[in-house]
């Protein structure tokens, strides 16, 4: 679980929450782009699944897989277009087998949208029940890899994707150790993307873990309820730099140190109050309470129904400061509550993020758009932010001469923003 900064749930112990860091010569498969079948989608919860095509040739595949949740297109901070997705593969063989080649393809006219070789497939690919990347499959293991594509603008997004893997597979017979084979065909859903406003009044907020390629949500995938769920894929933990861009000044082990402590958190639109958590205590920085249950993870918390099937989380609030109750109506800008340390965090910061279901876990992460914001530079990456916020020494920024306004788009990560 990753609500807090450097925490994980380890997707192997539900009840507790705890530290952590989420071709080759060979036949072509029968599942070539020219004669995939459409695919089917369950709107209920994006969930991809794919047919299969009818008749052809039946051949050795020792790597299945599908979509987990058909991709959504939206629009980031960089004004590009991104998808992000996970497929889910597993080694339905007795031996290794390694992805030495990844192509996203265009599933109706069979174009490359985007390839990954073997290291970059090995730096996605995640056991279930694991936060660490390997480099291949064991026998019978199942595992994620985290895709994220970009293309320039929304209307270069195919309407289908499919997955075509170069594989090595140690335990298949002698004449099919290196093969090519198709997996995971998805619809792209292109439903709309819900637009609010900021969730924070102020400057010089960084947008930290944000997508798309942050391991700490995107990659924060769960087992809950029987169904695996990826609420927090675009999930950002807002922390704020002072007038020399140091996330704290004082004492590190003070709450008060902080920039972003103590900070109003406001509705992001006209909405209802469908979840409140309260009475959570405050946590010493540094420090995470073992032992946590699932509903104390987003320590005092509020979700808002935005209406569509969007919900928006808010996480981590100080004990005793949230202004509203279940049901309430709120509007676009009220405060909800002032900005803490509660629940499986490790230092004050604001968890933001939407999903499909008013439930924090047992929900699907989607996209957004804020409707305006104003881009005032990025931090070196995360390693460095880390290190500065552990340090507390100043985080050197890349200010950006002028600013960038922005509107409809989603933070990334790593950019320094102001809320007007």
């Not at 970059?120 to 279930?128: K, N």
Request: proline share 6%; net charge negative.
């Amino acid at each position: 679980m990753t609500y807090g900064r450097r925490m994980v749930l380890k997707g192997t112990a539900l009840g507790v929450l705890g530290a952590s860091t989420g071709h080759i010569d060979g036949r072509q498969t029968s599942g070539d782009v020219s004669i995939l079948n459409e695919s089917a989608m369950d709107s209920s919860d994006n969930r991809s699944t794919a047919t299969s095509p009818v008749g052809g040739d039946q051949d050795f595949t020792p790597l299945v897989g599908e979509v987990l949740y058909a991709p959504i297109p939206f629009t980031g901070s960089d004004e590009r277009t991104h998808l992000v997705y996970e497929l889910e593969t597993t080694n339905f063989t007795s031996g290794a087998v390694t992805i030495e080649r990844l192509e996203i393809v265009d599933a109706d006219t069979g174009t490359v949208v985007t390839a990954l070789d073997a290291t970059e497939v090995a730096g996605r690919l995640q056991p279930a029940g694991s936060r660490e990347s390997v480099d291949s499959l064991d026998p019978a293991m199942t595992a994620l890899v985290f895709l994220h594509v970009t293309v320039d603008d929304s209307i270069d997004v195919p309407g289908r994707l499919v997955h075509r893997l170069t594989v090595e597979a140690e335990a298949a017979p002698p004449d099919q150790q290196q093969i090519t084979e198709t997996i995971g065909e998805t619809n792209v859903d292109r439903h709309d993307v819900v637009t609010v406003g900021p969730p924070l009044r102020g400057s010089n907020y960084v947008a930290a873990d944000s997508c798309c390629d942050a391991v700490r949500h995107t990659r924060a995938a769960l087992p809950i309820n029987g169904h695996i769920w990826l609420a927090q894929r675009y999930a950002v933990d807002y922390e704020q730099l002072d007038d020399e861009n140091r996330v704290y000044s004082g004492p590190q082990e003070d709450n008060e140190s902080y920039a972003i402590y103590g900070e109003e958190a406001i509705a992001v639109a006209d909405s209802t109050v469908v979840g409140v958590i309260d009475g959570v205590p405050e946590n010493v920085p540094g420090e995470v309470p073992e032992d946590l249950s699932l509903e104390e993870a987003d320590g005092n918390s509020v979700i808002l129904d935005l209406g569509d099937d969007n919900y928006a989380l808010y996480a981590h609030f100080q004990p005793g400061s949230i202004r509203v109750t279940e049901g309430d109506r709120v509007t676009r800008g009220d405060v909800l509550a002032l900005v803490g340390n509660t629940g499986n965090s490790s230092a004050p910061h604001l968890h933001f993020h939407v999903m499909n279901r008013p439930l924090s876990l047992a929900s699907n992460g989607l996209p957004y758009a804020i409707d305006s914001y104003t881009i005032l530079g990025e931090t070196p990456g995360t390693d460095a932010f880390d290190r500065a916020e552990e340090e507390g020494h100043p985080l050197a920024i890349d200010r950006f001469d002028p600013p960038v306004e922005t509107s409809g788009t989603l933070p990334l990560d790593q950019i320094v923003v102001r809320f007007d």
